[in-house]
């Protein structure tokens, strides 16, 4: 009697990968009980990678394999095939020929979602095969927004969820100097909501708009890492660029050097800030709107990913009359949101804040906030000197780039202020010999410093695809990793709601370095920043950036590829 398909391919399972018949059952068991594909149970149990098990259904079954990423589906196959058959079977349309569609799916055992497809198209069904996460990747470029053809069918599509309609706030009365036809107006206007509209949907933090020689790619940056979203036809960039322009009460008419403005947009009864970034290129104007939700900055320091240990360090610091704490990281590590976070649980009717910032990223009530402009004299050490003349309790300076600014944040700490600022370092004991670099006297330092947070931002696994994960033993040994040898590691496999990357949300990770006065004496003597950060770590117990990421790692909350990625080991 002539074997089955999937009879073949356990068969060739068993022959050429060496599994074990046992270890076969649990995966075909594991397949009936989720009602999932044989694949997916294959590659759930370790048994199979999803590029051998490819390699392998392609010689055993004669079946054409495709690389979807090179491949350039015709859009009216959608039509043919919808999305929700698509998802619904892990299928693609691919072409189209007389009565015959071809179609890439990952499991070409799964005859019954054949046999649908036939029903539902009245077609015959032609087959390739490829990994399931390249077809998932593949289904939301073709069916989301990226293969929008033109400005006016991507309005046309919006569709009308129940976050409502976008409102732009106090905007200036302009729309008629747009460099469209009236035919073309509303759906421009359209194409830029349903920009912003997806955005907030995704929770991006950032809208880059870039011009190439034939198009305008859209991306978003969501947890920290850039996405492509969507195309604009070149023919309408600059009509899309304009209505951006006159949001952010920008000149339309200058192309030629950069511009900064700011809009605000209510959603569903929700304000959001947006600050916007013109810059001129080789096609156009490239346009980066940061996303400035407020609502984040409510959830206070519990919902930054801190510990409830480094929690109580932070609120001790924080409730001292007056002092300097510093936040230190690069770019993007979260040190402003970390700010935004200690002054709105400070934000009191008794106390008096003031900030100097470049630029106001949240305009918050009952602070008094000062946008620095170094090109008429309002520089951080101006806008600081003229602030402490205004009886303030509470001082944040955006950033200490000076020997000025750092001398007057430091005097104005000693003097009765509560001092915040922002030093781009790489651990928290360096910003203490950073500061006598400076030009600051090592006393002075010492005597104003109260506590100082060094930070960087990871990516949380996504709740909903997170699943267990085996690390090799040789990696962990390579790590040094001296936790329990039968702790669980987890990952995301990738699902729709984190868009297929694992991950979805971002928490902190620090280094508290609280200044006692022996942290004090050796920044008198001239310790430098190793011999500072060796006593924290022994005398003090304080855990490091790598510390505390690998805490995060072991309690499944991180992955490994993450906390390599931010931080390294000593």
């Known amino acids: 009697m002539a074997k089955t398909l999937k009879e073949r391919i356990i068969d060739a399972l068993i022959e050429l990968k060496h599994i074990k018949r046992e270890d076969l059952d649990v995966a075909l068991q594991l397949q009936k009980t989720k009602g999932i594909g044989l694949d997916a149970a294959l590659i ?3 048994l199979i990678s999803e590029q051998e098990l490819l390699i392998l259904l392609v010689k055993e079954l004669n079946i054409p394999p495709i690389n979807l990423a090179k491949y350039k589906v015709e859009p009216h196959l959608k039509e043919i095939v919808p999305e929700r058959i698509a998802r619904q079977y892990h299928v693609l349309p691919v072409s189209e020929l007389g009565h015959t569609i071809t179609v890439a799916l990952s499991d070409p055992l799964n005859i019954f979602a054949i046999d649908d497809l036939k029903s539902i198209t009245g077609r015959d069904i032609d087959l390739t095969i490829t990994t399931d996460s390249e077809i998932m990747r593949a289904i939301d470029n073709y069916y989301g927004l990226k293969n929008q053809t033109s400005v006016a069918e991507a309005a046309k599509n919006m569709p009308d969820d129940e976050t409502g309609a976008l409102e ?8 008629t100097d747009m460099s469209t036809d009236d035919g073309e107006e509303a759906p421009i206007v359209r194409m830029v909501d349903l920009i912003i509209k997806e955005a907030l949907k995704q929770r991006s933090s ?3 708009m870039e011009p190439t020689t034939d198009k305008m790619r859209i991306r978003y940056r969501i947890d920290g890492i850039l996405q492509d979203v969507l195309t604009v036809p070149k023919a309408n960039q600059n009509a899309v660029v304009v209505r951006i322009k006159i949001m952010s009460h920008l000149d339309i008419t200058e192309t030629r050097v950069p511009q900064d403005g700011r809009f605000k947009m209510r959603l569903a009864n929700k304000e959001v800030d947006f600050r916007v970034s013109s810059l001129p290129t080789t096609y156009g104007e490239k346009i980066v709107m940061r996303i400035l939700d407020k609502e984040s900055l409510s959830i206070g320091l519990d919902g930054l990913g801190f510990f409830q240990d480094q929690m109580e360090i932070f609120k001790e610091s924080i409730s001292k009359p007056f002092g300097m704490i510093l936040v230190t990281g690069p770019t993007g590590s979260g040190k ?3 700010l935004y976070s200690i002054i709105n649980q400070l934000n009191t009717v008794e106390r008096n804040i003031i900030t100097i910032e470049d630029p106001v990223e949240y305009l918050i009530d009952g602070l008094t906030q000062i946008q620095s402009k170094a090109e008429i004299g309002l520089t951080f050490a101006a806008g600081l000197r003229a602030s402490l003349r205004q009886s303030p309790d509470v001082v944040m300076v955006g950033e200490i780039r000076d020997s000025e600014t750092a001398d007057i944040a430091i005097k104005a700490s000693l003097t009765g ?4 600022s922002t030093l781009h370092t790489n651990d928290a004991a360096g910003a203490l010999t950073r500061l006598v670099d400076m030009g600051i006297e090592p006393f002075l330092a010492a005597s104003s410093l109260v506590m100082v947070c060094a930070q960087r931002l990871c990516r949380r696994i996504c709740a909903k695809c997170k699943e267990p994960v085996k690390i090799p033993e040789r990696v962990l040994k390579e790590m040094k990793y001296k936790g329990d040898p039968d702790t669980v590691f987890y990952h995301g496999k990738g699902c729709a709601a984190c868009r297929n990357t694992g991950y979805k ?9 609280v200044i006692d006065d022996a942290i004090r004496g050796m920044l008198i003597n001239g ?3 190793h011999e500072i950060k060796k006593y924290a770590m022994e005398q003090n117990h304080m ?4 510390d505390d990421a690998l805490r995060k790692f072991n309690l499944g909350l991180t992955t490994l590829e993450e906390v390599l990625r931010v931080t390294s080991s000593e």
């Not at 732009?168 to 729309?175: G, L």
């Open 206 to 208: 950032d809208i880059h």
């Open 543 to 546: 855990a490091t950036l790598w």
């Open 505 to 513: 949300g971002r928490m902190g990770i620090v280094e508290l370095l």
């Open 527 to 529: 310790a430098s920043s």
């Open 336 to 338: 402003s949101t970390t």
């Open 417 to 420: 202020q509560l001092v915040f």
């Open 44 to 46: 759930e149990k370790g």
């Open 168 to 175: 732009v706030i106090q905007e200036t009365e302009m729309i």
